[in-house]
């Protein structure tokens, strides 16, 4: 591989459409000439950026695309960051990373130049495209070529790093199970800093040469006045978006709607993932459009490894099948591999799966078991498919499609001054999924309302790990060992 396969594939596409956004639309021929640019700028002389991160905060759009080009093109890592994120979160993958750059869109410069040269990075204003003529470094299959950053059961997010034959391997899979074609036209709401918006929707339709509209961010109404165009062919989204469409749709009068459903019925594929579909929603959104969602199951770890199919029977509540190239088994606590109708721990194998948690070597070791990579979530397989039961750790929540991290909230929450102890959890929430949720004893002569904490956390967390209720309490509930019930606190928060 001299260059990423994705790029090598633009060449052949270079005329089409790639990229639709609020200022028109743009060729992939222009794409790899503006990436051309980025690429030569980063490298400033060098040859090749050898595995160097490099973090970009460059809202959805054409220059998000020309700087993951670049960095790719250039031998670097993208990691890319989001506007939704707390300056802290910005910080702390910066220092995290060791970025040697950090690339960013004028409306975030006055804070993240500072964060920057505080970390000992290069800062780089998006716009400042320079440096075309550059050559460009040869790349091998197992350069590193991402980092996402995701809660787990540690309190600080860790960085996932994926090669670029991992990367190849998660679009290729998809790109295959779901027959994308050089004449899809998908409508991207998704952030560009996790795996569905970037593999699944992003990389998946470049791959494809076809075309990617930008709707950022995300708002209902907007996005069923562009599907009612009737111009897209693919849609995909967490189950929290298809509620709100549902919820706008709901509300909206009588020719409105008939426009919105005319024109989602002429999508060929609406797919749903990142957390548990319920089945009222995909019942809601067949009444709507005429769509039968297709749920799939997947994790930044690993790109996408289960799917219903997309030609024949796609179950409700089900998760489907490994896809093409996914090795999958469920275990038992001891690791064994569990029999045929028992639940279990699901574990991945298989070309997609990352390399490493970037600079965390105990971390990756734990994550791993004879090869196979434990997900933490349990499933059972019936009649042939398989059903997402939960996760092992009660810490990890999926809010909104977002994965956080129980302890990273509490560690935040126990540094307020009015804060003596706290518990965080989900709670079952018909639109998000799950809400965060948090209980907290306070110091002797303290009050504190959920307003006052949220405007407190904001700097230090983003918008959707601040819990939207709250309990106050003498004490949080303990087992025998002194350990608090998460269980307890969840059914005093729900
Ligand atoms: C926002 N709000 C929340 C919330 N997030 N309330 C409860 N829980 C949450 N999680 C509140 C805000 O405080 C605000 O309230 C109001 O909702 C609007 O805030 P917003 O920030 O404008 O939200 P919005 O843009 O509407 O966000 C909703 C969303 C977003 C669904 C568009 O959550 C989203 O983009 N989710 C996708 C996440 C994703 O891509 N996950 C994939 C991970 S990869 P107020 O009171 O101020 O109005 C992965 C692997 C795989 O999981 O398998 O795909
Ligand atoms: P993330 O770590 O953000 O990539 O999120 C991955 C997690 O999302 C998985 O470990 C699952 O817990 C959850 N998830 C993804 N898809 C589904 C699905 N279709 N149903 C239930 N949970 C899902």
Same mark, same amino acid.
């Given at each position: 591989m001299a260059e990423p396969h994705i790029i090598a594939g633009a060449q052949r596409v270079? #005329?089409? +459409?790639?990229v639709v956004d609020r200022e028109g639309a743009v060729r992939f021929g222009d794409l790899l000439a503006a990436s051309a640019g980025t690429a030569g700028a980063l490298l400033d002389g060098r040859s #090749? &950026?050898? !595995?160097a991160p490099v973090v970009f905060l460059v809202p959805p759009g054409r220059d998000h695309v020309v700087w993951q080009w670049g960095i790719w093109r250039a031998g670097g890592i993208a990691v890319p960051i989001a506007a939704s994120q707390a300056v802290a979160e910005w910080d702390y993958i910066v220092a995290d990373t060791g970025a040697v750059t950090v690339v960013s869109s004028p409306e975030f410069e006055a804070t993240l130049r500072p964060i920057a040269v505080s970390r000992g990075a290069r800062f780089r204003l998006s716009t400042a495209i320079a440096g075309t003529g550059a050559s460009l470094p040869d790349l091998g299959d197992d350069c590193a070529a991402m980092i996402l950053y995701t809660s787990g059961t540690s309190s600080r997010p860790k960085g996932v790093l994926t090669t670029h034959a991992n990367l190849d391997a998660q679009i290729a899979t998809l790109v295959d199970a779901w027959h994308w074609t050089a004449d899809d036209r998908v409508l991207h709401v998704l952030? &560009? /800093? $996790? +795996? $569905? !918006?970037? +593999? /699944?929707v992003l990389c998946c339709a470049l791959w494809a040469g076809a075309t990617c509209e930008f709707l950022s961010p995300f708002d209902a109404a907007s996005a069923w006045e562009r599907l009612a165009s009737g111009r897209f062919t693919l849609f995909m989204a967490v189950p929290t978006i298809y509620s709100k469409l549902l919820a706008a749709w709901d509300a909206a009068d009588p020719i409105t709607r008939s426009r919105w459903t005319d024109g989602a019925s002429r999508l060929r594929l609406t797919v749903s993932g990142s957390a548990a579909l319920p089945v009222a929603v995909l019942n809601r959104w067949r009444a709507a459009t005429g769509q039968v969602l297709l749920e799939r199951y997947g994790m930044t770890e690993i790109g996408m490894a289960l799917s219903n199919p997309l030609v024949g029977t796609r179950r409700p509540g089900s998760v489907g099948t490994p896809l093409p190239g996914v090795e999958i088994r469920l275990v038992d606590d001891a690791g064994v591999e569990v029999a045929a109708g028992t639940p279990g721990e699901i574990e991945v194998r298989g070309p997609g799966v990352f390399r490493e948690y970037w600079h965390r070597p105990a971390a990756t070791e734990a994550a791993f078991h004879d090869g196979w990579f434990r997900t933490g979530d349990v499933a059972i397989v019936e009649d042939g498919s398989y059903r997402i039961l939960g996760r092992l750790s009660a810490d990890i929540i999926k809010t909104g499609g977002y994965k956080v991290s129980a302890l990273e909230i509490e560690e935040v929450l126990r540094e307020h001054p009015a804060v003596e102890e706290c518990a965080v959890v989900g709670v079952a929430d018909e639109d998000w999924g799950e809400r965060v949720a948090a209980a907290l004893v306070l110091r002797p002569g303290e009050t504190l309302s959920l307003d006052t904490l949220r405007a407190w956390a904001a700097p230090r967390l983003a918008t959707y790990k601040l819990p939207t209720r709250l309990a106050i309490t003498s004490e949080l509930p303990r087992n025998a060992m002194g350990k608090v019930v998460k269980a307890e606190v969840r059914k005093r928060l729900q």
């Open positions: 270079s #005329d089409r +459409v790639a #090749d &950026l050898e !595995g952030p &560009l /800093n $996790h +795996v $569905h !918006g970037i +593999v /699944n």
